[in-house]
Each structure stands twice: as C-alpha cells, then as structure tokens.
C-alpha cells in the first residue's frame, strides 16, 4: 500500500546504501510519483470522481509510519531507523500485505479528512466540551471531560497516536507487529509478547475522542440539538458523533462524506438529519469555505429544499451498505460515497 514508503520494502537498504546518490533518490522518487496515485486511487476509491491528491496520500503514510513506530517503541524495540524513520518492522509489513487492509487505510483516511476539518473551525473560547465539564449529569460532565483529555495535544502527539485506534485495529496491528519483530530476529520474543498484552491491557475505548463524543450526543437531550448541529459551538468530534447517531452510520463515514471535495454528500446528510436551509447552508460553508465552487451553491440552491427527508434517509442508508460491503470484500464491492 502507499507506494509513497512501501515500494521500498523489499529494497529498503539499498535505498539506505545510495541515500547519498542524488540520482539515485531522484530515480526512486520519479518511479513512485504516478505509482503512489495510482496504487491507492484504484484500491481505495475504485470509481472515484476526486482521486486522492499526492498531498493526501503523503499525509496518510506518515500518520501510518508514525502509527507503527509509535506501537514499536511500546513494544521496546530499540532498533529503529533513525535516519529514516522507517521502523524496522515496516518491510516485512508491507511484504506481508497487512498495509493494503482496507479497514486500516479507511481508518488513517478519515484521520487525515479529521485534521483537515478541524483547521476549518473556528471554536469559540467556551466550546459545547468545555460548557458541559459542570453538569450536574454525572455521566455527561465525565464524559465531557473523556471528550477534551482525548483531544488534547498530549494525547494526539507522536508516541501516543495507537491510543486513538479502534479495538481491533490495535488488537491486529499490535500482534502483526508482533509477529513481525519474532520473524526479523529469527526466534520467539517472550519479552515483546508480555509487552503486547501489557499495552492492550492498557488501552481504554472509552477514553477515545469518538467513544466520549457518542457517550455524549448519547446522555444529552434534544434541548441540545441545536448546539450538536453547529460545528462551531460542538467542535467537530460532537458535530460528527451526533451526525452519525441521528443518520446511523459510522463515525469514519461521515468524515469521508464531509471531506471528499464536494458539498452534494454532505447537503443530503444535512437533508436526511432534518436540518434547515439556511442552517444547512453555514454548515456546507463551514466545512467548504472558499472551496465552495459556483456548481455547489447551485445543486444545493436548486436542490436542497426539492429533496424529501425519507429519500435523503434511503440514499444515506445505502451509502452506508456500499461502503460497509466494500470494507468486508474490497476485491468485489464498489463504493460509490
């Protein structure tokens, strides 16, 4: 996957050995630029309008390359490549075709289609969180608090980003890793096994940005909507968290519907969770901005107000089908959201 890094796989220290040939590099790069576009536009986006950019497939290999790194060093293996920053377990990895699984690359998608949002909002100094840390609800001032420690800077930065994974993303790429350290040193590591159950014994759903936002969209009441659907005064894990309760659909999907590059997707989600026009519109400008193309205002100005609520709902559901059966069998469904 990620022809970016993977295609140095299998040729990785002769990458390292001519690092100094400037030709050398140039080559390397040069081969993989159209690669890099291809490879991932036909596996993740079979009949994509937008293909992924080079910018965001360089940004998903590098949360990903952190990612492994990250559960490496937890695992105390103390032979990274520092020159690099490619971890040691990353060849076999990628020789394996783990890092072609659909499930982890959607996963490293909607975290990058998350960090594009987020610099699209602007908070006010007293988000809907930070409001909620004195409820009298027990349940929601300590899920408010989850929400906020989850999406500090600490919990975010490099050596901690495992800790944001799914359950059984971390429970599978854990003992890939495993598996992988066991087969570069040749024999059965009784230390890296006891510090892989260590490090998942560890892991605590709950305390993830997406578990506390739907913890919270879940104990608040419907006084609270208005709020849940601006993403201004929600922040952007509760905007979302709320959009997929009320549609029912997966967190990560409505991430990807937001951020593919058009505003169709996300005025029928609006259409779908009852929103108003006008409310619908600061919503679809809010996350599009000066991107918001001529041909956008129009579908939504002609459209938006001509859709029926039910069919919005059906359309949603189907999406939802569609992806969910392209994750399960990648090689024969077709997502089209």
Request: hydrophobic share 50%.
């Amino acid at each position: 996957m990620l022809a970016a890094v993977i295609s140095m796989g299998p040729h990785l220290d002769e990458f390292l050995l001519s690092k100094d040939d400037l030709m050398a590099v140039g080559a390397s790069h040069a081969r993989d630029v159209h690669a890099v576009c291809n490879d991932v536009a036909a596996m993740i986006f079979p009949s994509a309008i937008s293909p992924p950019t080079e910018a965001m497939i360089s940004a998903v290999t590098n949360k990903l390359v952190a990612l492994v790194a990250d559960i490496e060093t937890r695992l105390q293996v103390d032979d990274l490549n520092s020159s690099s920053g490619i971890p040691t377990t990353w060849p076999l990895l990628a020789q394996s075709g783990f890092l072609r699984d659909p499930g982890l690359i959607d996963y490293m998608l909607a975290r990058v289609a998350e960090d594009r949002l987020e610099n699209m909002i602007i908070t006010p100094e007293q988000p809907l969180p930070s409001q909620l840390l004195d409820h009298a609800d027990a349940h929601i001032a300590d899920a408010a608090q989850a929400l906020l420690a989850a999406d500090s800077l600490h919990r975010r930065a490099r050596g901690f980003t495992y800790q944001a994974l799914r359950p059984e993303l971390l429970h599978q790429l854990c003992w890939r890793l495993v598996a992988a350290i066991e087969v570069g040193g040749g024999q059965r590591d009784v230390a890296v096994i006891a510090n892989a159950r260590a490090l998942l014994s560890d892991y605590d759903e709950s305390r993830t940005a997406q578990a506390a936002a739907h913890k919270l969209t879940h104990f608040l009441g419907d006084q609270w909507q208005a709020a849940l659907l601006d993403p201004k005064t929600a922040g952007l894990h509760l905007y979302v968290a709320n959009m997929a309760k009320t549609l029912e659909i997966d967190h990560d999907h409505v991430l990807h519907l937001i951020c593919i590059g058009s505003a169709a997707p996300l005025s029928v989600m609006l259409c779908a969770a009852g929103v108003d026009a006008e409310q619908a519109m600061a919503a679809v400008y809010q996350f599009n901005g000066f991107a918001l193309t001529p041909r956008d205002i129009a579908l939504f100005d002609r459209g938006f107000l001509q859709l029926d609520q039910d069919a919005a709902k059906a359309e949603v559901r189907r999406w939802a089908y569609e992806r969910g059966q392209y994750l399960m069998f990648p090689h024969i469904g077709k997502s089209s959201a």
